[in-house]
């Protein structure tokens, strides 16, 4: 995923100010003037906490005073004057915006979270004055009402319409009262995802499953237990193992131990994570409802979900829960059919129990093991993380023609990013930076995601603006002699934030709000999902896939039964993540009153009962920790829109197999209709160019094997 923090802005000013250090000594605030390093990568080294506020506070001086400029031009709107002059506005703000993104995110220190709390309520506001200028609005309208007859591009256009609608969606219309009663809004539930984010992270890094008796470790990957013995010895718990709700170290757990104590041990304080004081986002939670009810209202939606769909591929939540419908009864009786078989396995090895959520993972890899023999540290033993760093840049390189090479001496955000130059292949002409940071850390938030450090344009002038774009996981870390081995869906998901990288390093959209992964957030997920496919290609897992310590490349034969198990424990991968969207889809149509009280844990089993959720399954993200709707607006009542776009990748890399999984006239189609497009184009035109024709959910049901 992508997270929504970073401003649409970029362009260049040449003030300076500067900072007295601790010393007496003076600086010049890194971000007050463009950068001078190679590529402009931001000067990570030199900037420091004191440098953002005073950042913040000169680029909103800046950007209103950009949109003076533009409000007060006497000369009649024009897309120049206008749309491109508005995106172009306010570089400072973007420069602090876009490095505070990346640190709030991977480096959340105690410091940078006070910064946080004075700095997103600034930022909200600048957003919410700008989008309520009435005489800046009256300038987009007056373009939006004429747009048919100004002899524009396709992409202008389209910028043009999606300005109005952003404003209008912003406010733009509303009485001088309710704008003002839209800007509360905006502040408390911008002071609430904060408060979320806070608790979560804190809840997370606070909860500890500590192991005194080495008996209850039987089953684990040695790997997993080295690493809980490190992270007992940094929590002063020395000659114990404390293992983590990061999913390096919960997930072999629930999947490997043999003591269903210790499992129902992780299992319980994962789905109750960020339940208990201090850090409990229950009532968070019941206040954002609350206020993105209000919210939609004010703004003329019968409630959140329509609001947030009105603009996007689905164009309603109806749309979006009749396809997850379609979805969900398959994945239900292919869930059940796996409760059966792992029912019936624990039976023949003599243990009549009646299987729990916490078994759901341990009994279903018994059954993988039984059905196809496959071992997990086997196969993860030809996936060291370097190799699979191999496969996607080779992937990248045949498919898309772009070379990556190493620039050790950059500067980085984090000692453990690697930092790459991206060319074309043939001609050597520089394509964008990429920067990678694979594993955890304490200030860092749990997932995996893509943004960008900068953004890409194409200005009339002829500038030209490449992007630098980043990835960042929690892959398991190398333990031992060992280094990082990756299983199976860490490798997925490698190749799936890359597939994000791609759409952003790729892009050769004209307008900053366009370029990349500026789309429809239901089509965001096309590049990063098709992507994906290619891991388990034979012609490429030739290439990366080899043992880390003999260099073999993985064995056909397990290549086959990888491929045979391909769709094992689909029934409850598909359950859980269509619950979820499901679940988020319940929340978005919630109207509750002023006054109401908001039982979490009531509402989320109300939803359940409704939907008939099998009981050994739930949700992929409960609400205290479901931080893609809760912790900002991005995915709020978006969540479906990873199964929106599967039906798309699917779909699409079927093209693929038909012509060839490294087919160059089917490389060169994605690359030039999705990749490079960005947002210029509405995305169903997109798509339709590059596969042909319409896409439809059977690809997808194919795909998870829940059809025949």
């Known amino acids: 995923m992508k997270p929504l923090l970073?401003?649409?802005?970029?362009?260049?000013?040449?003030?300076?100010?500067?900072?007295?250090?601790?010393?007496?000594?003076?600086?010049?605030?890194?971000?007050?003037?463009?950068?001078?390093?190679?590529?402009?990568?931001?000067?990570?080294?030199?900037?420091?906490?004191?440098?953002?506020?005073?950042?913040?506070?000169?680029?909103?001086?800046?950007?209103?005073?950009?949109?003076?400029?533009?409000?007060?031009?006497?000369?009649?709107?024009?897309?120049?004057?206008?749309?491109?002059?508005l995106e172009k506005s306010g570089a400072t703000l973007d420069r602090v915006m876009r490095v505070y993104s990346v640190l709030a995110e991977t480096d959340n220190t105690p410091e940078m979270e006070?910064?946080?709390?004075?700095?997103?309520?600034?930022?909200?506001?600048?957003?919410?004055?700008?989008?309520?200028?009435p005489a800046l609005f009256e300038r987009v309208k007056t373009l939006y009402d004429t747009r048919d007859s100004l002899g524009l591009e396709p992409y202008q256009v389209r910028a043009i319409e999606l300005s109005y609608q952003d404003f209008v969606r912003s406010g733009a219309l509303l009485s001088d009262a309710d704008k003002t009663t839209l800007t509360e809004l905006n502040k408390q539930l911008t002071d609430l995802y904060?408060?979320?984010?806070?608790?979560?992270?804190?809840?997370t890094n606070e909860t500890e499953i500590i192991v005194e008796d080495e008996a209850q470790l039987a089953g684990i990957p040695e790997a997993t237990v080295a690493q809980a013995a490190v992270e007992a010895k940094e929590r002063g718990k020395e000659g114990k193992w404390v293992f983590t709700l990061h999913a390096p170290s919960r997930l072999p757990v629930l999947t490997y131990a043999d003591s269903r104590d210790l499992r129902e041990r992780m299992y319980k304080a994962y789905v109750n994570l960020a339940t208990q004081a201090p850090n409990d986002n229950r009532p968070v939670i019941g206040d954002i409802v609350k206020l993105r009810a209000r919210k939609a209202a004010l703004l003329g939606y019968?409630?959140?979900?329509?609001?947030?769909?009105?603009?996007?591929?689905?164009?309603?939540?109806?749309?979006?829960?009749?396809?997850?419908?379609?979805?969900?009864?398959?994945?239900?009786?292919?869930?059940?059919?796996?409760?059966?078989?792992?029912?019936?396995?624990?039976?023949?090895e003599g243990q009549d129990i009646t299987i729990?959520?916490?078994?759901?993972?341990?009994?279903?890899?018994?059954?993988?093991?039984?059905?196809?023999n496959i071992d997990s540290n086997e196969v993860a033993a030809y996936f060291p993380l370097e190799n699979v760093r191999k496969g996607i840049f080779t992937l990248a390189e045949r498919l898309y023609g772009v070379k990556f090479t190493e620039l050790p001496d950059a500067p980085k955000y984090n000692p453990e990013v690697k930092v790459y130059e991206v060319t074309d292949a043939n001609t050597g002409e520089h394509i964008a930076v990429f920067m990678s940071d694979y594993f955890p850390r304490a200030t860092k938030r749990q997932g995996a995601w893509m943004d960008e450090i900068k953004g890409s344009f194409i200005d009339p002038d002829g500038t030209v603006g490449r992007p630098i774009i980043y990835n960042v996981g929690n892959f398991s870390r190398p333990a031992g002699d060992k280094p990082a081995l990756l299983s199976m869906d860490e490798v997925e998901t490698m190749f799936h934030e890359f597939g994000h990288g791609l759409h952003g390093m790729?892009?050769?959209?004209?307008?900053?709000?366009?370029?990349?992964?500026?789309?429809?957030?239901?089509?965001?997920?096309?590049?990063?999902?098709?992507?994906?496919?290619?891991?388990?290609?034979?012609?490429?897992?030739?290439?990366?896939?080899?043992?880390?310590?003999?260099?073999?490349v993985i064995p056909a034969a397990l290549v086959e039964k990888l491929n045979a198990a391909s769709t094992h424990n689909m029934g409850f991968r598909t359950t859980e993540l269509v619950g979820a969207a499901l679940l988020d889809l319940c929340w978005g149509a919630l109207n509750p009153a002023e006054g109401d009280t908001i039982d979490v844990d009531a509402f989320e089993q109300q939803v359940s009962e409704k939907l008939g959720m099998p009981?050994?399954?739930?949700?992929?993200?409960?609400?205290?920790?479901?931080?893609?709707?809760f912790g900002s607006d991005g995915y709020a009542s978006g969540y479906y829109t990873y199964l929106w776009a599967e039906v798309l990748d699917t779909?699409?890399?079927?093209?693929?197999?038909?012509?060839?999984?490294?087919?160059?006239?089917?490389?060169?189609?994605?690359?030039?209709?999705?990749?490079?497009?960005?947002?210029?184009?509405?995305?169903?035109?997109?798509?339709?160019?590059?596969?042909?024709?319409?896409?439809?959910v059977d690809a997808l049901l194919r795909h998870r094997g829940l059809t025949k």
């Not at 709390?117 to 600048?126: F, G, H, K, N």
């Not at 096309?526 to 080899?546: D, G």
């Not at 949700?619 to 920790?625: C, E, F, I, T, V």
């Open 651 to 696: 779909d699409g890399f079927e093209l693929f197999k038909e012509k060839g999984v490294f087919d160059p006239e089917t490389a060169k189609s994605f690359k030039e209709n999705v990749l490079e497009m960005g947002g210029s184009e509405d995305p169903n035109v997109l798509y339709k160019r590059f596969r042909g024709h319409e896409p439809s």
């Open 302 to 348: 019968p409630d959140f979900a329509s609001y947030m769909t009105a603009n996007v591929m689905a164009k309603t939540p109806e749309a979006a829960n009749s396809l997850l419908m379609q979805i969900w009864t398959p994945a239900v009786k292919r869930a059940n059919e796996e409760i059966a078989e792992m029912t019936a396995l624990a039976k023949a």
């Open 615 to 629: 009981r050994e399954i739930t949700y992929r993200y409960r609400s205290p920790y479901f931080k893609h709707v």
């Open 356 to 372: 729990e959520p916490w078994d759901y993972y341990y009994w279903n890899e018994k059954v993988r093991v039984n059905k196809y």
């Open 6 to 85: 970073t401003l649409a802005l970029a362009a260049a000013i040449t003030t300076t100010a500067m900072v007295t250090t601790s010393c007496g000594e003076k600086r010049a605030n890194p971000f007050l003037s463009p950068y001078t390093t190679e590529f402009e990568i931001p000067p990570f080294e030199e900037i420091t906490y004191a440098d953002y506020l005073p950042a913040v506070e000169a680029g909103i001086a800046e950007k209103r005073a950009d949109v003076d400029k533009i409000v007060n031009n006497p000369e009649a709107p024009t897309f120049d004057n206008t749309i491109l002059a």
């Open 194 to 203: 904060l408060k979320y984010n806070k608790n979560l992270l804190n809840a």
């Open 114 to 133: 006070q910064i946080s709390e004075q700095l997103l309520p600034m930022v909200s506001a600048i957003s919410d004055e700008i989008s309520m200028n």
């Open 506 to 552: 790729l892009s050769r959209a004209k307008l900053r709000s366009q370029s990349g992964t500026g789309v429809d957030r239901d089509f965001v997920e096309l590049p990063s999902q098709i992507t994906e496919h290619w891991a388990m290609e034979p012609e490429l897992l030739n290439v990366y896939a080899r043992h880390y310590q003999t260099d073999s």
